[in-house]
């Protein structure tokens, strides 16, 4: 992962970096220094499935790696890092920082372009938004499902959007911020997953207790328990981390932590 002057130095999380942001608000200025600077910046929500996946996917894992912004998306990442660092990470939820930029976009005058989702998802979290926030300038929008549209990046720079939220699913969102973003001239790129849908109103948004508590992903599991696929990558994820932790001694484990950041070979982190 690229390293910003404006945000902290990322830790290695089982070889996909996490920047740890002490709160969404240093999150935002980070995002808001690259928009003052004209300095791109793409960010990705680190979640323990992702970084499972990343770990049997090489290219997945190069992709992460060109992201400056890590956020720690779920409990399990906050828990890994206080094991491997000794670090206590605030969760950012990628919900949360979209929703907070889109709050500050609306103060700012930046406006933001919606990629991605069913065509009524993508209308209705138009819709929603500019519900919240009747300022923001919404610049653009363009739902999922065409075929892969050359014209679409095009459409996206004339737009003159700052900020653009991709909701494709993971890791197909990765992939195509990774794929496009030398051609956007947008300060800011995002995958989001199924925000559209939780906006639209077409799916729910798990309750404050799982969300107090980090455990979105038992409800999605309950509403959805197709994706109890996905999940086994959890289990194994807390394995993989116990292991890395009892292996060697703290000091030790978080000496090679740190030597795996700063040279960026994360690879063998596991
Ligand atoms: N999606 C899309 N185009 C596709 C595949 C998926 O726009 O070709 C959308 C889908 O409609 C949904 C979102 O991507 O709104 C994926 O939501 P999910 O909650 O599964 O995200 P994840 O958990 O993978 O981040």
Redesign the pocket.
Known sequence: MVQLNSSPEPLSIMGVSVTPFASYQQAVDCVAAGIREHSQKCAV?VNP?KIMRAKRDSVLRSTLKGFEVGICDGIGVAIAARLLYGRRLRRCT?VDLFLELVRVASVEGWSVFL????PE??EGARAALLDMYPTLRIAGTQ???QTDDPSLVARINDSKAELLFV???????EYWIARNRAALSVPFCM???????VLSG??RRAPLFFRRTGTEFLF?LMLQPA?LV?QTALPLFMFGVLRSRFRQPAWRSVKIAQAETKSGAHDNAF
């Open positions: 929500a499935e990628g990629y991605g989702a069913s998802s993508n739902h999922g499902y909701a494709l699913g993971s890791p197909k969102q995958g989001v997953g199924g925000s559209f849908d077409k799916a999605r994706r996905r």
